[in-house]
Structure formats: C-alpha cells, structure tokens
C-alpha cells in the first residue's frame, strides 16, 4: 500500500458564478469529447464495411475498433504534450484548443471517401485522422480533468467528479445515442451506408462552435494561478512530465494505472460494445437499438453523479472496492443473459444495468486521480494516468472481436475480459489509501 498526497492550506476563495461556469465547461468539454470519440461505436459495422471490408464480418469488425484503439493509444501523447502545456500556461487555454481540434478532426472523419472511392488509401487516410483525434481527446481529458475539480469547493468534488467524468461521459453517449437514432431516420436502410454516418461525423463541428462559446466566459483555475503567484521570480520548474516520471510520482502512477486500466476497460466493454452486441449477436433493429442507447446513456449520468456524490460520503476508496465486487459478480452474468433473450425489453434491462456499473465504476476516478497529484504536475498526472490505462482498456474491444472467431463467440470472450478488467480494478483499490479531503 502507498501514501497518498499530503494535505495543504486551503484552496483559494471560489465565487459561486466562477464554479458553476467551471464545472459546466468542464462537463460540456468532457461530453463533446467522448461525443466525438464514441460516433464510430455507434457506426462500427457500417465504417467496417467501407473502410475495412472483409469476408468475416469479426474481423471487419476487429479492424473498426483497433482503429478505436489506435486514438486511444495516441491519447497518452496528448496528455503528455497538452497536459504539459496546460501545467505550465493554464488550463483554460488549452481546453479550448484541444476541444476545437477535436470537433475539426471528427467533422474531416464524415468527408473521407471510402476503399471503393479511393482503394487502400481510404484506411490510410481515417487512421491518421484518427491519430491526430487521438492527441486532441488527451489534451481534452488532461484539462477538463483539472479545472472542474480545482474551482469547486472540496464539499462538491465528488460530485463534480461524477458530473464530469461520467455524467459528461453520460451526455456524450446521450448525444451520441440521439444523432445515431436522427441519422438513421433521415437515412434509413442503405442510405445510411451512403450518406447516414457521414451525417453523424459532420456533427462534430458543433462541438467546436459549442466549445468556444462557453470556454470563452470560463476564468482560469483559482488553484493554477494561486501557483503561478507563489511562483513569481522562483527558478525555473522541472518539466512536467520529467518530475511526474521521477522517483516521486512513478509508484503513483503505476498504481493509478491499475484501476484506470480496469476502469477503462469495464467501460468500453459495457458502454462502448454494447451498440455492436444488440446488433449482432441480439439482431435488433436501429430504431430499437438506438432507444435502448438512450436509455443507458441517462441511465449512465444517474449513475456516474450518484456514485460520485457516494465517494465524497464513504470515501473513494471504499467506493471503489464495493462498485469492483459488483461489476465481477453481475458484468459476466448479465451479458449471459442478454443473450440468452429474445425479449426487446428484457434486452432494455440488462443493457442498462451493464452501463450503469460500467459508468458508476469511474464516476469517482476523476477526483481520485486530482488528489494524487500536486498543481504543478496535476494536469499531466491525472492526463498520463487516465488517459494510458483508458487506452489499454480500450483495446479490449478489439481482442475480444479479434478473439471471438465468429458472431457466436463474442458472448464469452466478453465474460472473460470482464473478468479480466474487473479483477484489475479491484487490486487497484486494494493498493491505495483513501485519497478524500487531499488536494495540493
């Protein structure tokens, strides 16, 4: 077990108009993002079809969503360069041009031509996009996971934590789930091959325009610039990056990574498979499914606020260590079950109580990983650990398509990488001391 960071002074004196503004920023940021990042879950057969054809529908599959991982696995890189930048310039700066990039990379997505237009330069050209959203999305997650949590008053971080992590997160998938359901009602049967997911990209500007409008009456984290004026005429600090790999911080890290990895993974394995289980293995129709995506998306916010709000009652820790025996006791079964049913409704259920533990299991996480950290290196610590454990678990996906073999054999290899995931976020929780009142 390892120390946790020390207590300090109090935080600066935060206006009510400054918080509120900060933590809506920050749970718009945080929504746009995984908006943005999670269309292509949304669309994953179809962009299989026309960027990676093949004849086994898994492994055209499988191509989809390692290009999924391939933005996750950029997403250390962004954190570390705008994480970076973010420690040393502010944060509110660097939000704003994270989150601009994202929506202009998502809205070059729709504009592709696809292998028939194109041949193999099609692939070629949605993965360096992708790349590049990859880098954006990190940056977005390093600054949006900073300045909510330092502008609050320490009673409200666990539900600010809640609120933006996955409550945003939530919101996200909700926007998602709706522009899925409008662009397969504009473009039903094949004209959703055509014209539907395209639609669903060039969505992805308005998270620019959306973006700037509310950063731009957003003020700079009161926690940052108190820094910055303890700071002033002091010698130059040591690289973000560089003190955050040093003796100091690197044991925090490493453990940090325990149960973001679980926490990313029992995530993208709920949430983000979900859409490609109804269709395949459960065969439902888009109207249907993209109801049931609705209701996990509000089912997620419900879920993400209230945990978060429980962690600042019980403690992070021990939040952590009850959601853990949840998710390996019900994640396994309920995947069973869904599909063991023909029943849309029962269909419903399952779905949702698989994206409520999936989304409660990281509501906390955000500011745990504030409290790990000091304002110097917060930005790139809370960036770094979310962002490479979120990418590891992140390629779950991808080896249980690549695993399955066919259609049949997605169901298990889902019930072992959950259990994977889970037991991994339960060490995490074993290893850490509780974190709740500590902020540097």
């Not at 003796?247 to 709920?270: D, H, K, M, Q």
Request: proline share 5%; aromatic share 10%.
């Amino acid at each position: 077990m390892e120390l946790a960071a020390r207590p300090v002074d109090a935080p600066p004196t935060v206006r009510p108009g400054q918080a509120f503004i900060a933590g809506l920023a920050a749970c718009l940021g945080w929504a746009l993002d995984l908006f943005d990042l999670l269309l292509i879950l949304y669309v994953a057969p179809v962009i299989g079809q026309l960027f990676f054809p093949s004849s086994s529908p898994t492994l055209s599959l499988a191509a989809v969503y390692a290009s999924f991982a391939v933005t996750l696995l950029m997403r250390p890189a962004g954190s570390a360069l705008f994480g970076s930048y973010a420690d040393r310039h502010g944060r509110k700066k660097t939000l704003i041009r994270t989150v601009i990039g994202v929506g202009v990379v998502t809205f070059l997505l729709g504009a592709l031509p696809t292998i028939q237009q194109v041949g193999l330069l099609a692939p070629i050209l949605f993965l360096i996009l992708r790349l590049l959203q990859g880098i954006f999305v990190g940056g977005v997650v390093a600054c949006t996971g900073t300045i909510g949590i330092e502008t609050v008053p320490p009673r409200w971080r666990g539900l600010m934590s809640g609120l933006v992590g996955g409550g945003g997160g939530g919101i996200g998938g909700l926007l998602a789930a709706i522009t899925f359901w409008a662009a397969s009602a504009m473009f039903p049967g094949p004209q959703f091959a055509v014209w539907g997911w395209r639609v669903m990209f060039f969505a992805g500007i308005g998270s620019a325009v959306l973006g700037v409008l509310i950063f731009r009456r957003l003020e700079e984290s009161p926690m940052w610039d108190a820094m910055q004026a303890r700071r002033a005429g002091a010698p130059r600090q040591r690289a973000p990056l560089r003190a955050l790999l040093g003796p100091e911080y690197r044991r925090i890290f490493l453990v940090n990574l325990l149960i973001t990895i679980g926490s990313g993974g029992g995530y993208y394995l709920t949430s983000g498979y979900i859409p490609t289980f109804l269709k395949l293995v459960n065969r439902l129709d888009s109207t249907t499914i993209s109801e049931i995506l609705v209701a996990t998306s509000v089912m997620s916010f419900i879920a993400s606020v209230a945990t978060g709000e429980l962690s600042e009652r019980i403690g992070r820790r021990t939040t952590f260590l009850i959601l853990g025996v949840l998710r390996l006791a019900i994640l396994p079964v309920f995947y069973l079950l869904m599909r063991g049913t023909a029943d849309s409704t029962m269909i419903g259920i399952y779905a949702v109580v698989l994206c409520f533990l999936g989304s409660a299991s990281y509501a906390p996480l955000l500011v745990f990983l504030n409290e790990r950290f000091p304002t110097a290196v917060r930005a790139t610590g809370v960036g770094l650990s979310w962002n490479v454990g979120y990418a590891i678990g992140g390629v779950m996906p991808a080896i249980v398509s690549a695993t399955a073999g066919s259609t049949a054999g997605l169901t298990g290899a889902l019930v072992i990488a959950l259990i994977i995931v889970s037991l991994f976020y339960l060490a995490g929780a074993l290893m850490v001391r509780e974190t709740r009142g500590l902020l540097q």
